[in-house]
């Protein structure tokens, strides 16, 4: 993927988050740990960290104000994501007589879910389960002559435990299963910025 093209991706997705400000409300950064093995253009691909992988996402968020100290709610909501991996691998078959060394290659992905949640207040937070499905614009490149551009649907179920250390300011963090070209099972840690109305 050229430079140009991720500009017109980031260009896309902040053009997004500023003019929907009424459905998204609150934003995160994450750390995290990912365990993925991805079958890849015919080649068997490993993460080359499993730690670090920092990402972001823009989602509509319940604020504890607006809720008793212990409630629950059944609702629609949008989310959009930005991920960011590097995978390694070993030899990729080209034809049955020709293999290529393939050592590195960069997977960047947009994605846009529509998710039902359901939600657990408690007075030490929130406990939040989500089923999503949506699609996702994704690019890989590696060392070779690998630039491409390409579509998939997208479904994630995630369990996330939040809790408010500000007004605004919060931590989320859970399991995730996310399954586009490949399955990825992580561990999410994220810090947030609410920007919403508050009760």
């Known amino acids: 993927m050229t430079k140009k093209n991720l500009k017109i991706i980031l260009f896309i997705f902040i053009f997004i988050i500023n003019c929907s400000c009424s459905i998204f409300n609150a934003g995160t950064v994450h750390l995290k740990y990912s365990d993925i093995d991805a079958g890849l253009e015919g080649n068997k691909y490993e993460l080359k960290k499993k730690l670090g992988n920092i990402s972001a996402s823009v989602r ?36 049955p007589n020709t293999v290529r060394p393939a050592t590195e290659l960069k997977y960047r992905r947009l994605s846009a879910l529509g998710n039902v949640k359901v939600g657990f207040f408690t007075p030490i937070g929130q406990f939040v389960f989500t089923a999503g499905f949506g699609g996702g614009i994704y690019s890989m490149e590696d060392n070779h002559d690998l630039k491409t551009i390409r579509t998939r649907e997208v479904r994630k179920f995630d369990l996330a435990y939040n809790a408010f250390l500000t007004e605004r300011v919060f931590l989320m963090m859970g399991p995730r299963y996310y399954k586009t070209a490949f399955e990825q099972y992580t561990f999410i840690f994220r810090i947030g910025y609410y920007w919403g109305d508050v009760n």
């Open 60 to 95: 509509q968020l319940e604020h504890p104000s607006f809720y008793r100290r212990w409630d629950y709610l059944v609702k629609l909501s949008p989310s959009i994501h930005f991920d960011r991996f590097n995978f390694q691998a070993g030899a990729a078959t080209i034809s």
